[in-house]
């Protein structure tokens, strides 16, 4: 897609961005690269020259605080573009600047002062350090820093409060649960309070419950403390529950970005279509999104704005009257009635 | 070809022969060299001396000059004087400290990490050569074995790092290690003779050559291993290379590489007996004695103390490596431990008991003696018998067949040929060189010798492992009977398994036959066993569903795709039984392992060199073949 297109909220600054980013694997990436710039596709390209095209030419822009999405199927690149972004492994083509500095042109130890400092990373399957306690597992990056072991303890023990794991911190993490694993990995990376969050699938190893915790809990995480994310997953309905933007990668290619009301609303392409067809609006519409703006006292029972149809449901149903929707501060800012709400529950509308 | 009627005489025969060409080829080649050459002599042995002299030159120059040339004042003299000195400081602190220290620190060191209970087995251990009046040889061996194997992870850790970070390195080190773990350990002996005398220092660094793969390798597999999350995580953190290798791929890769410690422990303690050959001393000189003194009571006492050394020294190196702290004593306990050892010391020191009390020696072992020497002599009927059998009817007639009635360029053809139909070109060019080497050096004939023991040895051991595994791997409650007697077999060394053989078949081939098979069969039955269970449960589900007998489904289904892995344990098999063949030189093989031994004795460079090639010559053509053969069993691998 073009790169107009995937561009971002413009009216925040860009903490992170991509531009023009390639990642090729295999003997002549440059070769490679022309061909895909000619629209050839991917298997095409790798029966001919060898090569596997994992990321075709993406741009991104993530504002500070934002919660950015990639939402795409295994193959699609996904995985190897957050690696890219996080410079696990060098682009073939392409920029990615953390705060207007580019991470390719950095060398080995400037990368790693800024990884040290600035950003971190959850991983699909935890990457916990089975050798090392629990406590010691999420002190690692601050090992690294080269903070003091009482002090780096101390602080991994408050961030253990943080992701619910207080008084487990002398367990070794396979003796625990995958969900709590997993708020391990969470807390590591919390550790050293970094600007950017990389998430790759983190909770896609996890029971369906397990992950609705998890998924809250990074809700309420984010609600205290805006960080700003990159998240990786294959599953729609955790990115429309998580993320504030959503791209939708197919083939190493974004193929629509957009929030998620974006998507639902005017999917770019079929495919695209695919995804956002069985998706319920209820779940990604929001309060705010379908209230009449009104202003004044409030009356009867309110619902917070950023708050989805499905779960208003329960005190729509519970009186007649409208309802009231109050911003975060608590003032009203609009109301909503029944009739508004079942006609969206109707197909086709 | 499938178009070709049934009737049709000779496109039929034609097709056969497009088929079978090769082994037709083998054939006619076969019976028209031998009708050319079967006048010709023993192989000309034209390489002889030009292969010979300059080895036999170079070692005197080495021996005249080792006290004034510079290689060895500033190198090998230093090194050996470093190594001598470990030695020395090890064995005396150890027979410093009064003796019942020893077994109190053994047992503190393994009930700080393992519990108390699992302590007992080492405690023991370390105290059993005592009782038997074995204190101060334990003590010299024991030293031996801990500097060898600390050399061997102080190399073979950083070796096995640089493998797992660059494998360009790795592939390199690969056929070095290949190699050191191929070849039978004696031929080992001459280099180490000619750089460092003779005496513990040579058989330390022998013991070190042959116990160093398993750690290099293991170190390597292990830090493969490691999950590459777990790099990425600490790469992501901003870890330096060297902190992710120290703080995560290291102690992640710990649980492998001590399982290669222990290995290398094992190969180690193998071979510790027969560096005795270069002067080593302590336990192996025992058993050398009691060999040539024909006393089985004894020669079993002192290889059990062998064990015990082993045993001692792998649960040492397994406490002291530790890997979940929270199991460990508080600092209160370990410093009560420490000090009750000090007042261990003192109280020695005070009441003059340091040296092991002579009270408990049972130096004689006579009843096991006589009950043996009885037992040899009411069967002796039997042993005759099968030690005729196969001398004058296998032994003899193969060897000659080999030697004398095959002329050699016909012998040549045939392996090179076959070799071709096994493995390709590159193994049919391997073979032939090797074997016209072997030849040209004047090799020809005690190497024929010591294959057709080979042969007889690995025919033997396959025709027993071969069913004992099978049975074993359909049967998990044979597997668990058998255990413990292949774990004992497995840990016995070599040497000790020369002296029943030899008490009861006399000195001959035999008993160096006997010995190889039992050395031999354990792996054999192991693998075999392992790779029969390895079949996957659907397959054999699968031809049960279509109504297969179990006889239908063993040798249609388990034992072809068994078959790889078969053939990799049968190699195991042969390399064992040439290791074992030509250590049983010692006892009247004869052929290569004899002429190892005397050269070693008598300090022939020269000779020596020549039957060491000789020995690695048969290793690897045994080796590379069975592998090819194994590679061709192996079902083609899905594609990508």
Not at chain 1, 171 to 188: K, T
Not at chain 2, 68 to 76: L, N, P, R, W, Y
């Amino acid at each position: 897609m073009s790169t107009a297109q995937t561009i971002g909220v413009d009216a925040l600054p860009a903490v992170l961005a991509g531009v023009g980013v390639y990642k090729v694997f295999g003997p002549k990436p440059h070769r490679a690269m022309e061909m895909a710039a000619e629209g050839i596709s991917r298997e095409e390209i790798l029966r001919t020259t060898g090569n596997t095209v994992a990321v075709c030419d993406v741009s991104f822009e993530v504002a500070r605080g934002e919660t950015f999405v990639v939402m795409g199927l295994s193959g699609s690149g996904k995985s190897t573009l957050v690696r890219c972004i996080a410079r696990l492994l060098d682009v073939t083509r392409g920029q990615v600047t953390l705060n207007g500095d580019d991470l390719m042109a950095m060398s080995e130890k400037e990368l790693r002062d800024v990884r040290r400092r600035n950003m971190s990373m959850v991983f699909q399957h935890f990457g916990l350090f089975p050798h090392r306690t629990v406590i010691d597992n999420v002190a690692y990056g601050l090992e690294i820093q080269g903070l003091a072991r009482d002090i780096r303890r101390e602080r991994a023990r408050e961030i253990l409060d943080v992701v619910g794991l207080g008084g487990w911190g002398d367990h070794y993490p396979q003796q625990l649960s995958g969900g709590m694993q997993q708020r391990v990995g969470l807390g590591r990376a919390l550790a050293i309070e970094p600007e950017v969050l990389f998430f790759d699938e983190p909770f896609s190893a996890l029971d369906p419950l397990i992950r609705r915790d998890m998924q809250n809990e990074l809700l309420r995480l984010q609600a205290e403390t805006q960080r700003t994310i990159v998240f990786i997953t294959h599953d729609f309905d955790e990115a429309i529950k998580l993320g504030d933007r959503i791209a939708i990668m197919k083939d190493g290619a974004f193929d629509q970005v957009g929030t998620a009301l974006e998507l639902l609303a005017n999917p770019a392409t079929p495919y695209v279509r695919e995804f956002t067809e069985d998706v319920s609006r209820t779940k990604v519409l929001r309060a705010g999104n379908v209230m009449k703006p009104h202003e004044g006292e409030t009356v009867g029972p309110t619902v917070g704005a950023d708050r989805s149809i499905d779960a208003i449901l329960s005190v729509l149903l519970e009186t007649t009257d409208e309802i009231g929707v109050v911003d975060p501060s608590g003032s009203l800012v609009g109301v909503i009635d029944r009739g508004a709400v079942i006609s969206l529950l109707e197909p086709g509308s | 070809m499938t178009t070709v009627a049934p009737t049709a005489g000779l496109p039929l025969a034609l097709s056969g022969l497009r088929r079978y060409w090769r082994w037709v080829l083998l054939v006619v080649g076969f019976v028209i060299l031998q009708a050319v050459f079967s006048s010709a002599d023993e192989f000309p042995a034209w390489f002889d001396d030009t292969f010979k002299d300059p080895i036999d030159r170079a070692g005197n120059w080495m021996q005249a000059h080792r006290r004034t040339h510079v290689v060895f004042t500033d190198f090998f003299t230093p090194l050996s004087d470093a190594v001598r000195w470990a030695l020395d400081s090890v064995e005396s602190a150890l027979l410093w400290v009064p003796w019942f220290v020893l077994p109190a620190s053994v047992f503190l060191v393994v009930a700080r990490s393992h519990g108390w209970r699992p302590a007992l087995i080492p405690a023991m251990a370390m105290l059993y050569p005592g009782l038997i009046g074995l204190w101060e040889e334990t003590v010299d061996t024991l030293a031996l074995m801990t500097i060898a194997v600390f050399i061997s992870v102080a190399v073979g850790v950083p070796l096995g790092v640089w493998g797992a970070l660059r494998p360009r390195a790795e592939k390199t080190m690969r056929p070095a290690l290949d190699a050191m773990q191929t070849v039978p350990a004696p031929v080992y002996f001459l280099p180490m003779l000619m750089l460092f005398g003779i005496g513990r220092v040579p058989a330390t660094f022998a013991t070190v050559i042959y116990a160093l793969p398993p750690v290099v390798r293991l170190t390597t597999l292990g830090i493969r291993e490691v999950p590459s999350h777990a790099v990425e995580a600490s790469e992501m953190f901003g870890a330096t290379p060297r902190q992710t290798m120290t703080k995560v791929q290291l102690p992640m890769a710990l649980p492998t590489i001590m399982t290669g410690v222990s290995q290398t422990i094992m190969m180690a303690l193998g071979i510790v007996v027969l560096a005795t050959m270069l002067g080593a001393g302590g336990l192996g000189q025992e058993i050398m004695d009691t060999l040539s003194q024909r006393r089985t009571g004894r020669g079993f006492a002192v290889g059990l103390a062998v064990v015990a050394v082993a045993i001692v020294l792998d649960r040492i190196s397994r406490a002291v490596v530790v890997t979940d702290r929270s199991k460990l004593p508080s600092t209160r306990t370990t410093l009560i431990a420490v000090s009750a050892l000090v007042v261990l010391v003192i109280v020695g020191f005070v009441t003059g008991t340091t040296e092991f009390p002579d009270v408990w020696d049972v130096k004689t072992f006579d009843p096991v003696d006589n009950g043996v020497d009885w037992t040899r002599d009411n069967l002796r009927w039997l042993t005759r018998w099968f030690n005729d059998l196969v001398v004058a009817e296998f032994y003899v007639p193969v060897r000659d067949l080999l030697i004398d009635t095959i002329a050699w360029p016909v012998l040549v053809f045939v392996v090179g040929w076959m070799s071709w139909m096994i493995g390709g070109r590159k193994l049919a060019v391997f073979t032939t060189a090797m074997m016209l080497a072997t030849g040209a050096i004047g090799m020809w004939s005690p190497s024929l010798d010591t294959l057709t023991q080979v042969v007889a040895a690995v025919a033997l051991s396959v025709a027993i492992a071969l069913p004992v595994g099978i049975w074993a791997g359909r049967n998990p409650r044979v597997e668990a009977a058998l255990g413990p007697v292949l774990d004992a077999l497995q840990t016995i060394p070599s040497l000790v398994y020369i002296i029943p053989a030899v008490i009861f078949f006399t000195v001959g081939v035999v008993p160096g036959i006997i010995a190889s098979v039992l050395y031999a069969i354990v792996p054999g039955i192991r693998i075999t066993a392992l790779a029969i269970r390895e079949v996957p449960e659907a397959s054999i589900e699968a031809s049960q569903v279509f109504g297969a007998t179990p006889r239908q489904t063993m040798f249609g289904v388990r034992v072809p795709l068994a078959a790889p892995t078969i053939m990799a344990g049968i190699n195991q098999v042969i390399m064992m039984v040439l290791a074992m063949v030509i250590i049983s030189g010692l006892v009247g093989g004869g052929a290569l392992g004899f002429a190892t031994v005397s050269a070693v004795k008598r300090s022939e460079f020269g000779n020596g060199a020549e039957v060491a090639f000789a020995i690695v010559a048969i290793a690897m053509i045994l080796d590379r073949t069975t592998q090819a053969i194994a590679e061709r069993l192996r079902p083609p691998a899905a594609e990508q």
